[in-house]
């Protein structure tokens, strides 16, 4: 064990957008920035932020999506470009948390927020639109760097940030 203490870089919410890229369908909330206030978290959702494709993201076991500050430094080296915190549509960034070695059930307390990792974020196309990579979906499953959804288990009203 490293000794490392966890943080929360930033907690990030949707600019929602109706994107120009090939391939896109109807509005995206992938687009998200951090902001400076607490956020809560209720109803499997995390406040103020926006999912527009409500059949294949968010609910219960996907209320937040987590990604790790070194992570993204990988893909900045990778692509060669600079990335922003939000720009793989977490709700958290964090560092000093091994997302890609998260157990499904592990807890994780954020704030006054416990979240149970419930999955590894599979990638879609909107994905690879929003960052304009050719075949960044095959290139993000294969690197093995995938984040974390995380549900609310005690789906009470929680907040971090």
């Known amino acids: 064990m490293s000794g490392r203490v966890a943080s929360l870089i930033s907690v990030n919410l949707a600019r929602v957008r109706t994107p120009g890229w090939k391939q896109a369908v109807g509005r995206t909330g992938i687009d998200k920035r951090p902001v400076a206030h607490r956020v809560r978290l209720a109803n499997d959702q995390v406040d103020g932020d926006a999912v527009c ?19 993204a430094a990988w893909w900045a080296r990778e692509l060669d470009r600079l990335v922003q915190p939000g720009q793989f549509g977490e709700n958290l960034t964090t560092e000093g ?17 416990v979240l149970e990792v419930s999955s590894p974020r599979i990638p879609c196309r909107t994905l690879a639109g929003f960052w304009e990579v050719p075949h960044m979906i095959r290139h993000f499953t294969q690197a093995g760097r995938p984040g974390a959804y995380l549900a609310d288990r005690h789906r009470g009203r929680r907040g971090y940030g």
């Open 53 to 71: 494709d409500v059949e294949h993201h968010g609910g219960h076991d996907q209320a937040v999506y987590a990604y790790a500050t070194e992570d």
């Open 97 to 113: 948390l091994d997302q890609t070695g998260a157990v499904i059930g592990e807890r994780w307390a954020i704030g006054s927020a």
